[in-house]
């Protein structure tokens, strides 16, 4: 039985769902839009604990050993008289990461653009398997669910770090984490899932639902980064399954992959957690480089430079990702020379992303720039990125990476990247797409001021990191002030501790931005930043099954400024003017490629 | 406060190596970072939407492409090529110079203990003396630590020596150095080992030759006349 | 909206991989399933390489012509599998349930048989938890010293153990496309069900292949 979708199936689709009653169409929705919305909120709300558990981790380094102001709601186990306890520290440490990786990123840039744009970007009526899409969802709460209650079980949460490096993480014995540690494997087990079956639905959906005229190269950059990330989290996820199964194993019934007191082998544990962790991070920040060519073009009203180069980029440093996972490995007693090949390898991944960082250049370059808040966005994201990408050079040099591994130059270095990179990339993405999503334009005023406090508090937080790091700070330590030579740092820790709250506070702006504009921001219309893709051919938001009838696609998605119309924009199924020597310019539904597509 | 880019000063002999490598990468990514970000604000100005003003209709170079995929390669390429002789120099087992001091530090929660050969020489005899967070070295001569953990990673951190190895339980590592000036030098632990992580802050005490060695002979006193 | 030149031109989605959606699912979330048994199967090459001391040859403890027997009956399920979707797309529905069947009883099964072997291998004492690990081989008395190592075990239990589970989820499936094919779900035209079960089935049996070669034989 084919699955294309004509007019008819499109009015039977609808009709259908007004029969669909309030749980079927807001909780156990399989309608890829609603499932964005709920990615949406859960994403948004694990970013708001993330956040929070960040702040404390900043209390303790900013003001060693004082009580936290209204701390005292806290359980003794974790912060009696609110002075946070050293194991109370290490969970904070790992419970952040894993929260913000896991169960923010993912599903923020994965779960919501990924839901929201690949199916009206390619003009599909929705994904290849919507009950599948919405099983998809339904694990992250329940995954999270499990990661929560680990705070509250006996031994508290999980403190190995969210690298959980063995024999650490291998036995409790170690950490008098015991449940907590099997809850944070469970939950990731079963969060893998989520992933993984989200990712069938991308793959499958781009390859087999385009619409008529939407060849490869026509494809927006936004679908075509959510595409490559789905094969990355497909091939990556079970990886790290493979392994929480192998560790949790040891946890509980005693067997020994990575302890030694049964020769099990503690490094055969790192290998397994990055060659998955090398390609999660690139699916941390595809998606980001999606959004913000997507926004840069349609907002300087110019054709991505260099799209082709652009797809490439994507796909090297898709491959590349998988052969570069023992740079974290450096100092770890592996093989030197195996080391070495890893030096060479990572150097070379940081080529595409130095092609994208130009092209984007490119595309701002004799532009017509709309000074929009998913503008602003988008070009810090690549500011940002810049220095996180040449932060990571030094780290890079096997040699250096002696004196600056496990510093806080790896911190500042990983949130470069994923604040000031992925966060950013996020923002753009909400600010363009939340028209589309509700109807309703977000308040630009209140926009341009969360966008100019953020972005200067999240500097002022991060940069000095770097610094930390060269002075020899390492990471995941509860008081720096141990250490004699690292007691001239307290100034810059406080320094960036209260920059950071800062920086939290004035999400604030944002969250009241996104919550008011659901009821009083400007109704949006159809397309209001005059985009060229056919997700803003609908209307906002879509109807159920998207379109009336299936689209036709004309041309690539970049036509911004073309001399061929009056407008500065030409939407990819708009046909194209009858020629006067007699209508041959209509195309067949599957036209080769264009030069210049 | 602190924000400099600066290093430390360093006490080991690969440590200007290494810091020389450093500031070629500083120099290298901090002219680019300049270069680029400049150029965002400039365009960012400079092309900012004004009446009767209209993009450019222009889809990319394939010159520019190559240029700007050949030269970051040539210099990646460079940076890593330069890497490999210092990397080889420091982690290479057989680049161990043969007459290195011999210590071995066990890391466990959450202490270092090095133990010392004793006058014969020969680890696993009586005259096996043990060091608590403290490791005295001769100024001078290559030192080399053998690495062990008893329970978890740990990471073997000499931040004024450019030192770090990280301790794995069922691994043994060698880790060499060599100081370059005496004094009283930092030991820090620099892989999450448990609760007791941040304690873990031991000394290093570069003696000249006829100090290090009055400090053996009393630790062997000690021993003895346990 | 569009032009009447347009208006006469059919809305097909563009060919893709010309496989119906179901089918290509199956093949992409097979591919994760590689990723999986990979990471588990490179552990244990990984662990096995670094302590070699804790296997035995191939037959001392585990029972090989027992599994072999059991590998013949999974491929055997295999053809049944095979001959259950040629007897679809000729719209031999009762062929369709007989073969179907077939497969659904011998891949019980072989999942019957892992059992059985499971509780024959515990009772010797080989076991994967470090401390249980007691290992006195094949139809030895149960005093004796061990043989191999804990890391045998593990490595054992948990690659044909997640196999065994993957080959009863597919039992399970099975059934229910039993169900289906006698409520007359499937016709010549259509029968993807039957298809990517298919599918999913040869995946198993080839990973048990796999698995068998380097578990039991090597």
Redesign the interface.
């Known amino acids: 039985?084919?699955?294309?979708?004509?007019s008819e199936a499109h009015t039977a689709h609808a009709e259908e769902h007004h029969e669909l009653g309030f749980i079927r169409t807001y909780i156990f929705s399989t309608d890829h839009k609603m499932i964005a919305r709920q990615f949406l909120f859960t994403g948004l709300l694990f970013l708001l604990l993330g956040g929070a558990l960040a702040v404390l981790i900043r209390w303790q380094l900013g003001f060693p050993g004082q009580p936290l102001p209204g701390g005292g709601i806290l359980p003794e186990t974790m912060a009696p008289g609110g002075i946070i306890l050293?194991?109370f520290y290490?969970s904070l440490?790992t419970m952040h990461a894993t929260f913000m990786v896991f169960f923010a990123l993912m599903p923020l840039m994965a779960g919501v653009f990924g839901n929201l744009l690949i199916p009206l970007q390619i003009?599909?009526d929705d994904m290849?398997?919507p009950r599948?899409n919405m099983a998809s969802f339904w694990i992250t709460p329940v995954a999270g669910f499990m990661m929560l209650a680990s705070f509250f079980v006996e031994g508290g949460a999980a403190?190995?770090?969210w690298t959980s490096?063995a024999?650490?993480s291998a036995s409790g014995e170690?950490?008098?984490v015991y449940l907590g540690q099997q809850l944070w494997l469970a939950s990731l087990i079963v969060l893998g899932f989520s992933s993984?079956t989200g990712?069938?639905?991308y793959?499958?959906t781009v390859?087999?639902?385009?619409?008529?005229?939407?060849?490869w190269f026509r494809i927006p950059l936004a679908t075509w980064s959510l595409f490559i990330t789905a094969w990355l989290l497909?091939?990556?996820?079970?990886?790290?399954?493979?392994?929480l199964?192998?560790l949790l194993?040891d946890q509980t019934?005693?067997?020994?992959?990575f302890?030694?007191?049964?020769?099990?082998?503690?490094?055969?544990w790192q290998?397994?957690f990055w060659f998955f962790g090398h390609p999660e991070v690139y699916i941390l920040i595809l998606p980001a480089m999606g959004f913000v060519s997507e926004v840069i073009a349609c907002r300087?009203?110019?054709?991505i430079?260099?799209?082709?180069?652009m797809v490439v980029a994507l796909v090297s440093i898709a491959f590349l990702g998988w052969v570069v996972w023992g740079h974290h490995m450096f100092?770890?007693?592996m093989n030197?020379l195996l080391?070495?090949t890893f030096?060479?390898t990572t150097?070379?991944i940081?080529?595409p992303s130095?092609?994208k960082?130009?092209?984007w250049?490119?595309t701002?370059?004799?532009?017509?720039?709309?000074?929009d808040t998913p503008l602003l966005h988008a070009?810090s994201f690549?500011?940002l990125f810049?220095?996180g990408g040449?932060?990571g050079?030094?780290m890079?040099?096997?040699?250096?990476d002696?004196?600056i591994?496990?510093?806080y130059f790896i911190v500042a270095h990983l949130h470069y990247v994923l604040v000031g990179g992925s966060l950013f990339g996020i923002f753009a993405g909400i600010t363009f797409w939340y028209p589309k999503m509700f109807g309703r334009m977000m308040n630009e005023g209140l926009g341009k001021v969360h966008w100019a406090l953020s972005f200067v508090f999240y500097n002022l937080a991060f940069f000095?990191m770097?610094?930390?790091g060269?002075?020899?700070m390492?990471?995941?330590?509860?008081?720096?002030n141990?250490?004699?030579?690292l007691q001239?740092?307290q100034?810059?820790n406080t320094?960036i501790s209260i920059n950071v709250f800062i920086f939290a506070a004035v999400q604030v702006i944002f969250a009241f931005n996104f919550l008011w504009s659901l009821k009083k921001g400007k109704v949006a219309g159809n397309n209001p930043w005059k985009s060229n893709t056919l997700l803003w051919t609908t209307p906002s938001p879509p109807p159920h099954g998207n379109f009336p009838?299936?689209p036709?696609v004309y041309r690539g998605p970049?036509e911004?400024?073309?001399?061929e119309v009056e407008e500065?924009y030409y939407p990819q199924d708009r046909?194209p003017p009858?020629s006067s020597s007699g209508?041959h310019t209509?195309e067949?539904?599957?036209p080769e490629p264009v030069p210049?597509d | 406060m602190n924000f400099s880019w600066l290093l430390p000063e360093t006490v080991s002999t690969f440590g200007p190596a290494l810091d020389d490598l450093y500031y070629v990468i500083l120099w290298i990514t901090g002219i680019v970072f300049f270069a680029t970000e400049i150029t965002l604000v400039v365009f960012m100005v400079k092309y900012r939407h004004r009446e009767g003003r209209k993009a450019e209709y222009i889809h990319g170079s394939n010159k520019a492409e190559v240029i700007w995929t050949v030269i970051p390669f040539v210099i990646v390429m460079g940076l890593a090529f330069y890497s490999k002789a210092l990397w080889d120099e420091i982690r290479d087992p057989d680049r161990i110079p043969p007459d290195s001091f011999p210590i071995n530090v066990m890391a466990s929660q959450f202490e270092w203990n090095a133990t010392y050969a004793g006058a014969d020489g020969q680890f696993g005899t009586s005259d096996d003396f043990v060091s608590r967070n403290l490791l005295h070295i001769p100024v001078d001569r290559p030192v080399v630590v053998y690495l062990e953990a008893e329970d978890v990673i740990h990471s073997f951190f000499l931040p004024d020596f450019r030192v770090k190895q990280d301790a794995v339980p069922g691994m043994m590592t060698p880790v060499w150095f060599q100081a370059t000036r005496t004094g009283e030098f930092t030991l820090a632990c620099a892989e999450l080992c448990g609760l007791g992580h941040y304690t873990m802050d031991g000394r290093v005490v570069v003696d000249s030759e006829a100090d290090f060695q009055s400090w053996l002979d009393s630790q062997q006193a000690e021993e003895d006349s346990d | 909206m569009s032009n009447a030149a347009v208006a006469t031109m059919e809305r097909k989605p563009m060919p893709g991989m010309k496989v119906y959606n179901k089918k290509l699912g199956m093949w992409v979330f097979l591919l994760s399933e590689v990723m999986f048994f990979t990471s588990l199967i490179g552990s244990y090459i990984i662990l096995r390489f670094a302590h070699p001391e804790h296997w035995t040859d191939p037959g001392v403890v585990l029972n090989v012509p027992l599994t072999a027997t059991n590998t013949f009956l999974l491929i055997c399920s295999s053809v049944t599998m095979v001959k259950a979707f040629a007897a679809i797309q000729q719209g031999d529905v009762t062929g369709l349930k007989r073969w179907l069947l077939a497969t659904i009883v011998i891949g019980a099964g072989f999942v019957g048989i892992q059992m059985v072997e499971y509780v024959a291998l515990s009772g010797e004492g080989f076991l994967p938890a470090l401390d249980a690990y007691h290992a006195v081989g094949r139809g030895n008395p149960h005093e004796g010293p061990s043989l191999g190592g804990p890391l045998y075990g593990a490595t054992f239990y948990v690659m044909t153990g997640f196999h065994g589970a993957h080959v009863s989820i597919g039992v399970l499936c099975l059934i229910f496309v039993y169900i289906q094919a006698v409520r007359g779900k499937y016709t010549l035209a259509d029968h993807e069900g039957v298809e990517i079960i298919g599918l999913y089935w040869h995946f198993v049996d080839l990973v048990w292949i796999i698995l068998f070669t380097i578990v039991y034989l090597i």
């Open positions: 039985m084919s699955t294309t979708t004509t050293p194991e290490n440490v003009g599909a290849a398997f599948l403190g190995a770090g490096y024999p650490l170690w950490t008098g993984i990712a069938i639905n793959v499958s390859i087999n639902m385009r619409a008529p005229g939407m060849t497909l091939l990556a996820i079970p990886i790290l399954t493979g392994g199964i192998l194993l019934i005693g067997t020994a992959f302890r030694p007191e049964g020769s099990g082998e503690p490094l055969l290998h397994i300087s009203r110019k054709p430079f260099g799209y082709h180069s100092q770890s007693g030197p080391g070495m030096v060479v150097v070379v940081a080529v130095a092609i960082t130009f092209n250049m490119g701002l370059w004799r532009g017509d720039i709309h000074y070009v690549v500011a810049i220095i040449l932060s050079i030094f890079a040099s096997a040699p250096v002696i004196y591994h496990d510093t000095p770097h610094n930390l060269v002075q020899g390492m990471r995941r330590i509860y008081d720096p141990q250490y004699e030579y001239s740092l100034p810059t320094f009838e299936m036709i970049y911004y400024s073309s001399p500065d046909p009858q209508g209509v067949a539904p599957n210049g």
